[in-house]
């Protein structure tokens, strides 16, 4: 069959299912294409560009080898911690008189988002969230513009407020553990060495010492001497820190020299503190050594460190945001080698939570996927075009990595997990591109062209729709990176990460690609096809998709139905059926669990450490499944938490990369139940298996602890966020906030899946309250505060001065001798001084009483607040929420309390408009590329239907594996693949359009055009679809690791599973239909149009 004319249509060229199996389509058409300008620039100036590609290499592999690696993006959120100490205050004294007085300034702070404090003993905590993107710098002076302004109506006992900037990573890069043959005391020293030279590290941004002694001068006043003399705890303080000093008096001339003149009162050694004079009696001095004895001596222990059920000191190193890792890292490991070769014999250093190793690890891992994939890319390029052909478009690879990794320095951005997914995203379809170009070069040079006249002219035919397929998928991704929240700054690396490597490997396919096609490519030995009937008919497959293809554009309603007939029935049967429900944030393995433990409040280091013990006995039989156990007592893991003392105690669980995880029979697992019980088949035991075992143990009634609360965190891999079920409640009285709270959780805690169910007020710990009687101490001229005064030293001491040797600083505390905490009556001996210097018994200066106390006062946003929360485990947080509202439908609250959902609710529901709004945007951005390049509204509404079908293929993937919808993955895996899926619509649209330019007829046109695509078409989902196989099936080659080179199981990428998972069935599906749908609703709608406007198909040109 000759090309018909335009109006020359046949309906035998529908109906006739062989035509293209006997090879009558031929056409004589005339080629009239303009050179595309950059290729042209490039295959002219070929020699410059080799030169540019070479400097490209050398550039990109520098800024590899230089670009930070970490696990996790360093996340800039503009959160402040002011903290204002009040010593020895009631939680409800620090919620009067400072919390709420810094509040009242602080909520007017331009900017402000969110406002939140904890009232303690002893200080205030104030939590100030801005909004994102609002300069932190800013926002800290006017945050000390407004302390300023409220300073003077502060208790004169208050300290000043301390502004600190929260990274929201607080985990501590690494912990170094000190165990040994050594007294604790020694032990102590050299830590204290360690961490001093630690601290100097450039980029380090604290170091904390947690176990370990510490020494103090303690003076030791007797009271009844004090009282004999008529001398006050104060005066004595106060006589010590004057003469514990250096003064400068000034200079002196003496001839041509100035000398300085000083007095140099600092005592040298603590015998030194006994000879200083308090006060006369009765003309006599009175020294210190009269009325009190002197020691150097420990401090009262506040913390205690363990590893393994051994005693250590740790020191655990932070870093500051954006600074490197790796080379902070190495400092330490330098420093602790050192110390490790002086005291090998008496002390062992072991590295705990060494971040700088799991970055390393994982950062492998997710390479090894990257290699991984382009593995498996080339092989099918290889399969498909052959070794020559598949080299040309394999080296588009490496290129746009390289590329990719000088553009990601000059931004400043590392290379972390989130970056590293971006280029296994962009694998597959960074070669696109190359596919389409190449193919089509070594197409015209089969035809008997020139390299040069194939390079040019193979990349002029489909540059634009490359350009448009490319930006269309930019435009996809763009969105994102304006995704809200610490959520939303955590996943903007993947988009912008994912355009760099497109457009980079745009400009390979565009510039470099063509350049070493034209000076490389060799002319095959058989002659090729001379054009395109010969090419469609030369292939089986080719005539069998014509065949096919032909049928379906004979009957495109039947397509049609059963394209909306089994979108519909998918998503009928994911929701209906398999009912795997929503997630918010994907789970991966964890690395670490860490136990937190709430004694009572108030609760001594030594009841605390009984605690933590008898947890440690509950771990020890899994010891075997860990990597560490370490214990800290008295501490608490956040550094911004207002508590600390005693009462906080935390025990981390440390697990070995997963490579090294233990392989079991499955009746044998922490975790296994009665219908394991004859399973012998053996199974890796995973860091979940053990936390499960672990968590069941502590549920047990024999392993409670009366008044503690205990619960596990899990750190995993994502962005920082709030528990999946976290409930507010809000109200004037704690006790009322308390009995609420216990009601819900009875109605609540036997849920499936719900964990670590509590809330954050304490009401254990009775309180002595003294009242000042105000008339007795006006009588007896005595202030409320001389008497607060007193009464710190008497039971706490008071630190007055410091004794210094060298670079250390050792307090100087002064306190009465015996235990004035040993019980109430002891208070009453303490004596206050007056104005005149006469001694009043402080029992007839105030009244005592007991009552309840508070652990911690809470407000979110100024009222007092508290938090029930809750984890979810082997549930949805999402389903466990939508129980718990039901549940909690008809709770009644009293009035003035009100109960708000926040978390990851609120969380989720930011994101979820968003990704509404971003798909919107992808949307229009897309249709106006489309269309700017179609100028047809017909073509680009045919290219905008294939998007539905991608989530076909979506929930078809989640039928498969029978997963739950991330809403943050898989809500970027739909948003991302609408622009992802029309590029086979716009490559194959544009040729059907080419090649009617060329005289072919609308069938032909559609036939030769889908089985001319189909190679191309097939080859660029594949190599996107394979390039995230190994996340898919946890596929890790390694070829260091022989005989286990291959390996499945990875757990580094388990996060993105979801969106890869997603990504690769989307295209899949909408790949497969595209090839039908395409072809068949263009000519559809080209018939629906001639017969709107009463004309043929044929006489349609410019749709």
């Given at each position: 069959m000759s090309a018909p004319e335009h109006n020359n249509i046949s309906s035998d060229s529908l109906h006739d299912d062989n035509a293209s199996a006997r090879g009558k389509i031929e056409t004589e058409g005339k080629e009239l294409i303009t050179p595309f300008p950059l290729t042209a620039l490039a295959v002219k100036k070929f020699k410059w560009v080799y030169l540019l590609l070479v400097s490209v290499i050398i550039s990109g592999l520098s800024s590899y080898s230089s670009l930070p690696k970490e696990w996790a993006p360093d996340v800039q959120f503009p959160l402040l911690i002011v903290s204002t100490p009040f010593p020895q205050s009631t939680p409800e004294d620090v919620e009067n008189l400072i919390t709420s007085e810094l509040e009242k300034e602080l909520r007017g702070i331009k900017g402000l988002k969110k406002i939140s404090s904890v009232s303690s003993e002893g200080i205030s905590v104030i939590r100030l969230e801005f909004e994102l993107g609002f300069d932190v710098s800013e926002a800290r002076n006017k945050a000390r513009d407004a302390l300023d302004k409220v300073k003077a109506d502060l208790p004169a006992d208050a300290e000043d407020s301390t502004i600190t900037e929260i990274n929201i990573s607080e985990r501590p890069i690494m912990v170094v553990s000190l165990t040994g043959k050594l007294e604790m005391d020694d032990m102590t020293e050299i830590a204290d060495k360690i961490k001093d030279e630690l601290e100097i590290i450039p980029g380090?941004?604290?170091?904390?010492?947690?176990?370990g002694t510490d020494k103090e001068i303690q003076i030791y006043a007797d009271a009844d001497k004090l009282k004999y003399y008529g001398i006050s705890l104060s005066k004595m303080g106060n006589a010590i820190k004057q003469e514990n000093q250096n003064l400068p008096l000034g200079k002196i001339d003496n001839g041509p020299m100035s000398l300085i003149v000083r007095v140099v009162g600092e005592i040298k050694n603590p015998e030194n503190i006994g000879d200083i004079v308090i006060a006369t009696y009765k003309g006599v001095p009175i020294y210190v050594r009269d009325v009190a004895q002197i020691s150097f001596t420990k401090k009262e222990l506040t913390t205690l460190s363990r590893l393994d059920s051994g005693a250590s000191v740790s020191i655990?190193?932070?870093?500051?945001?954006?600074?490197?890792l790796q080379l902070i890292a190495a400092n330490v490991k330098k420093i602790v080698e050192e110390y490790r070769a002086k005291h090998s014999d008496t002390i062992n250093i072991k590295l705990l939570s060494d971040q700088s190793v799991e970055v390393n690890a994982r950062i492998s891992d997710l390479e090894n996927n990257i290699y991984t994939g382009l593995i498996l890319v080339v092989a099918v390029l290889m399969f498909f075009m052959g070794i020559v052909n598949a080299v040309f478009v394999g080296i588009a690879v490496p290129l746009s990595m390289l590329?990719?990794?000088l553009v990601l320095r000059l931004m400043g951005i590392s290379l972390n997990f989130v970056v590293l997914f971006g280029l296994i995203l962009g694998l597959?379809?960074?070669?696109?591109?190359?596919?389409?170009?190449?193919?089509?070069?070594y197409r015209h040079f089969q035809m008997g062209k020139t390299r040069k006249e194939s390079a040019i002219q193979g990349v002029s035919e489909v540059a634009y729709p490359v350009i448009s397929s490319t930006l269309t998928t930019v435009a996809a991704f763009f969105p994102l990176i304006y995704m809200p929240g610490i959520v939303g700054q955590f996943i903007s690396y993947l988009p912008k990460t994912v355009i760099i490597t497109l457009l980079c490997s745009l400009f390979v396919a565009l510039f470099f690609n063509p350049v070493i096609c034209a000076t490389i490519m060799k002319r095959p030995k058989k002659a090729g096809p001379a054009n395109e009937i010969e090419i469609v008919n030369s292939s089986k497959v080719y005539r069998i998709y014509m065949n096919a293809l032909r049928a379906c554009l004979r009957h495109p309603l039947i397509l049609m139905s059963v394209i909306i007939v089994s979108f519909v029935g998918l998503i009928a049967f994911y929701i209906g059926v398999i009912k795997a429900g929503v997630e918010f944030f994907p789970k991966d393995e964890p690395s670490e669990a860490v136990i937190n433990i709430s004694a009572p409040f108030g609760t001594n280091l030594a009841e605390s450490d009984r605690i933590v013990r008898k947890v440690e006995e509950i771990i020890a039989?899994?010891?075997e499944y860990t990597a560490s156990i370490e214990s800290n007592i008295g501490s608490s893991r956040s550094s911004s938490s207002a508590g600390g003392g005693g009462d906080n105690s935390y025990i981390t669980i440390a697990f070995p990369e997963w490579d090294r995880w233990k392989v079991k029979p499955k009746n044998q697992h922490p975790d296994a139940s009665t219908d394991d019980k004859n399973n012998t088949r053996e199974e890796v035991v995973k860091p979940t298996a053990v936390i499960t075992a672990i968590r069941e143990d502590l549920k047990k009634p024999e392993n409670q602890v009366a008044g503690a609360d205990i619960v596990m965190e899990l750190s995993r891999s994502g962005p920082p966020g709030g528990k999946s079920i976290e409930m507010e409640i809000s109200g004037p009285d704690l006790t009322v906030l308390k009995e609420i709270s216990e009601q819900i959780k009875a109605r609540i805690y036997n849920f499936k899946g719900l964990v670590n169910l509590k809330d954050d007020l304490q009401l254990t710990r009775s309180e002595i309250v003294l009242s000042p009687d105000r008339e007795s101490i006006s009588a007896a001229g005595i202030s409320a505060a001389d008497i607060s005064r007193e009464l710190r030293t008497a039971l706490s001491g008071t630190k007055v001065s410091s004794y210094r040797v060298g670079k250390d600083d050792y307090d100087i505390v002064v306190r009465y001798t015996g235990n004035f905490r040993e019980s109430i009556d002891s208070i009453n001996s303490i004596y206050v001084y007056n104005v005149r210097g006469e001694?009043?018994?402080?029992?007839?200066?105030?009244?005592?009483?007991?009552?309840?106390?508070y652990g911690a006062i809470r407000h979110k946003d100024r009222k007092r607040t508290l938090t029930l929360s809750a984890d979810a485990e082997g549930a949805t947080g999402a389903n466990l929420l939508t129980q718990v509202r039901k549940e909690l439908s008809d709770l009644e609250l009293p009035a003035g309390y009100t109960l708000r959902y926040g978390g990851e609710d609120e969380d989720r529901g930011e994101i979820q408009v968003f990704l509404m709004r971003a798909f919107i945007i992808a949307l229009l951005l897309i249709f106006l590329i489309i269309l700017w390049d179609f100028e047809s509204l017909i073509m680009t509404g045919v290219i905008m239907l294939t998007i539905p079908l991608s989530v076909m293929g979506v929930v078809l993937g989640l039928i498969i594996h029978a997963q739950p919808f991330s809403i943050v993955m898989g809500g970027i895996a739909v948003v991302s693949l609408a622009g992802i899926v029309v590029n086979n619509g716009i490559?194959?649209?544009?040729?059907?359009?080419?090649?009617?330019?060329k005289g072919y007829n609308l069938i032909d046109s559609i036939v030769i055009t889908g089985a001319l695509r189909l190679r191309p078409i097939f080859l660029t989902a594949s190599t996107t679809i394979l390039g995230m196989m190994p996340l898919l099936f946890g596929m890790d080659i390694n070829f260091y690791r022989f005989p286990n080179i291959v390996v499945f199981g990875a757990g580094s990428g388990a996060i993105w599973r979801p969106l890869a998972n997603a990504t690769a069935y989307g295209l899949l599906i909408s790949t497969l239909i595209t090839l039908f749908f395409i072809p068949t609703m263009y000519y559809l709608l080209v018939r629906v149009k001639a017969f709107v406007f009463k004309t043929t198909p044929e006489e349609i040109h410019k749709y």
């Amino acid at each position: 069959m000759s090309a018909p004319e335009h109006n020359n249509i046949s309906s035998d060229s529908l109906h006739d299912d062989n035509a293209s199996a006997r090879g009558k389509i031929e056409t004589e058409g005339k080629e009239l294409i303009t050179p595309f300008p950059l290729t042209a620039l490039a295959v002219k100036k070929f020699k410059w560009v080799y030169l540019l590609l070479v400097s490209v290499i050398i550039s990109g592999l520098s800024s590899y080898s230089s670009l930070p690696k970490e696990w996790a993006p360093d996340v800039q959120f503009p959160l402040l911690i002011v903290s204002t100490p009040f010593p020895q205050s009631t939680p409800e004294d620090v919620e009067n008189l400072i919390t709420s007085e810094l509040e009242k300034e602080l909520r007017g702070i331009k900017g402000l988002k969110k406002i939140s404090s904890v009232s303690s003993e002893g200080i205030s905590v104030i939590r100030l969230e801005f909004e994102l993107g609002f300069d932190v710098s800013e926002a800290r002076n006017k945050a000390r513009d407004a302390l300023d302004k409220v300073k003077a109506d502060l208790p004169a006992d208050a300290e000043d407020s301390t502004i600190t900037e929260i990274n929201i990573s607080e985990r501590p890069i690494m912990v170094v553990s000190l165990t040994g043959k050594l007294e604790m005391d020694d032990m102590t020293e050299i830590a204290d060495k360690i961490k001093d030279e630690l601290e100097i590290i450039p980029g380090v941004l604290e170091v904390k010492r947690s176990g370990g002694t510490d020494k103090e001068i303690q003076i030791y006043a007797d009271a009844d001497k004090l009282k004999y003399y008529g001398i006050s705890l104060s005066k004595m303080g106060n006589a010590i820190k004057q003469e514990n000093q250096n003064l400068p008096l000034g200079k002196i001339d003496n001839g041509p020299m100035s000398l300085i003149v000083r007095v140099v009162g600092e005592i040298k050694n603590p015998e030194n503190i006994g000879d200083i004079v308090i006060a006369t009696y009765k003309g006599v001095p009175i020294y210190v050594r009269d009325v009190a004895q002197i020691s150097f001596t420990k401090k009262e222990l506040t913390t205690l460190s363990r590893l393994d059920s051994g005693a250590s000191v740790s020191i655990s190193i932070s870093k500051r945001a954006g600074e490197n890792l790796q080379l902070i890292a190495a400092n330490v490991k330098k420093i602790v080698e050192e110390y490790r070769a002086k005291h090998s014999d008496t002390i062992n250093i072991k590295l705990l939570s060494d971040q700088s190793v799991e970055v390393n690890a994982r950062i492998s891992d997710l390479e090894n996927n990257i290699y991984t994939g382009l593995i498996l890319v080339v092989a099918v390029l290889m399969f498909f075009m052959g070794i020559v052909n598949a080299v040309f478009v394999g080296i588009a690879v490496p290129l746009s990595m390289l590329m990719s990794f000088l553009v990601l320095r000059l931004m400043g951005i590392s290379l972390n997990f989130v970056v590293l997914f971006g280029l296994i995203l962009g694998l597959g379809m960074l070669v696109d591109n190359a596919i389409v170009i190449v193919e089509n070069i070594y197409r015209h040079f089969q035809m008997g062209k020139t390299r040069k006249e194939s390079a040019i002219q193979g990349v002029s035919e489909v540059a634009y729709p490359v350009i448009s397929s490319t930006l269309t998928t930019v435009a996809a991704f763009f969105p994102l990176i304006y995704m809200p929240g610490i959520v939303g700054q955590f996943i903007s690396y993947l988009p912008k990460t994912v355009i760099i490597t497109l457009l980079c490997s745009l400009f390979v396919a565009l510039f470099f690609n063509p350049v070493i096609c034209a000076t490389i490519m060799k002319r095959p030995k058989k002659a090729g096809p001379a054009n395109e009937i010969e090419i469609v008919n030369s292939s089986k497959v080719y005539r069998i998709y014509m065949n096919a293809l032909r049928a379906c554009l004979r009957h495109p309603l039947i397509l049609m139905s059963v394209i909306i007939v089994s979108f519909v029935g998918l998503i009928a049967f994911y929701i209906g059926v398999i009912k795997a429900g929503v997630e918010f944030f994907p789970k991966d393995e964890p690395s670490e669990a860490v136990i937190n433990i709430s004694a009572p409040f108030g609760t001594n280091l030594a009841e605390s450490d009984r605690i933590v013990r008898k947890v440690e006995e509950i771990i020890a039989p899994y010891s075997e499944y860990t990597a560490s156990i370490e214990s800290n007592i008295g501490s608490s893991r956040s550094s911004s938490s207002a508590g600390g003392g005693g009462d906080n105690s935390y025990i981390t669980i440390a697990f070995p990369e997963w490579d090294r995880w233990k392989v079991k029979p499955k009746n044998q697992h922490p975790d296994a139940s009665t219908d394991d019980k004859n399973n012998t088949r053996e199974e890796v035991v995973k860091p979940t298996a053990v936390i499960t075992a672990i968590r069941e143990d502590l549920k047990k009634p024999e392993n409670q602890v009366a008044g503690a609360d205990i619960v596990m965190e899990l750190s995993r891999s994502g962005p920082p966020g709030g528990k999946s079920i976290e409930m507010e409640i809000s109200g004037p009285d704690l006790t009322v906030l308390k009995e609420i709270s216990e009601q819900i959780k009875a109605r609540i805690y036997n849920f499936k899946g719900l964990v670590n169910l509590k809330d954050d007020l304490q009401l254990t710990r009775s309180e002595i309250v003294l009242s000042p009687d105000r008339e007795s101490i006006s009588a007896a001229g005595i202030s409320a505060a001389d008497i607060s005064r007193e009464l710190r030293t008497a039971l706490s001491g008071t630190k007055v001065s410091s004794y210094r040797v060298g670079k250390d600083d050792y307090d100087i505390v002064v306190r009465y001798t015996g235990n004035f905490r040993e019980s109430i009556d002891s208070i009453n001996s303490i004596y206050v001084y007056n104005v005149r210097g006469e001694p009043v018994a402080l029992s007839d200066l105030i009244k005592i009483e007991s009552q309840a106390s508070y652990g911690a006062i809470r407000h979110k946003d100024r009222k007092r607040t508290l938090t029930l929360s809750a984890d979810a485990e082997g549930a949805t947080g999402a389903n466990l929420l939508t129980q718990v509202r039901k549940e909690l439908s008809d709770l009644e609250l009293p009035a003035g309390y009100t109960l708000r959902y926040g978390g990851e609710d609120e969380d989720r529901g930011e994101i979820q408009v968003f990704l509404m709004r971003a798909f919107i945007i992808a949307l229009l951005l897309i249709f106006l590329i489309i269309l700017w390049d179609f100028e047809s509204l017909i073509m680009t509404g045919v290219i905008m239907l294939t998007i539905p079908l991608s989530v076909m293929g979506v929930v078809l993937g989640l039928i498969i594996h029978a997963q739950p919808f991330s809403i943050v993955m898989g809500g970027i895996a739909v948003v991302s693949l609408a622009g992802i899926v029309v590029n086979n619509g716009i490559v194959m649209l544009d040729y059907i359009k080419y090649m009617r330019s060329k005289g072919y007829n609308l069938i032909d046109s559609i036939v030769i055009t889908g089985a001319l695509r189909l190679r191309p078409i097939f080859l660029t989902a594949s190599t996107t679809i394979l390039g995230m196989m190994p996340l898919l099936f946890g596929m890790d080659i390694n070829f260091y690791r022989f005989p286990n080179i291959v390996v499945f199981g990875a757990g580094s990428g388990a996060i993105w599973r979801p969106l890869a998972n997603a990504t690769a069935y989307g295209l899949l599906i909408s790949t497969l239909i595209t090839l039908f749908f395409i072809p068949t609703m263009y000519y559809l709608l080209v018939r629906v149009k001639a017969f709107v406007f009463k004309t043929t198909p044929e006489e349609i040109h410019k749709y």
